[in-house]
């Protein structure tokens, strides 16, 4: 697949500008997402009353727990979003094990966990990379 598109290439600050998730409870989310995107070289980013955000590089992804947020909680069986992929380390899967996520599928390249609201998260494992 090329990162070409109709504008042009995607260009060195890679596809994705930030990536926002909508949460029933930002305390859950910021419990267990803040440790796995700290330990995969994330920083926090921005704070506001409903909302967190985590920031590498270019690119930073938010909880937000939305005062527009209709009922009924995420599902990633339904239409939308199934799982989140990234890059990291087994020192990632600890944080996310400690944080309370529960592994739904090891196959040793890649370890898919699931969060207490139902997101789920898979690591790529790299050997070596930090976490």
Do not use: K
Request: glycine content about 14%; hydrophobic content about 45%; proline content about 7%.
């Amino acid at each position: 697949m090329s990162a070409a598109g109709p504008a042009g290439p995607v260009g060195p600050r890679g596809l994705f500008h930030h990536v926002e998730l909508w949460t029933d409870d930002l305390a859950v989310a910021v419990e267990q997402w803040g440790p796995v995107l700290l330990a995969l070289g994330c920083e926090p980013f921005q704070h506001w009353p409903s909302g967190r955000s985590w920031r590498l590089g270019d690119a930073y992804l938010v909880v937000e727990q939305s005062p527009a947020l209709l009922p009924g909680g995420h599902q990633r069986l339904r239409a939308g979003l199934n799982h989140l992929a990234v890059h990291g380390g087994r020192a990632a899967v600890d944080a996310a094990l400690a944080a309370g996520w529960v592994v739904r599928v090891d196959t040793g390249e890649a370890v898919h966990l699931v969060d207490r609201q139902g997101f789920e998260l898979e690591i790529v494992v790299h050997d070596g990379e930090p976490g």
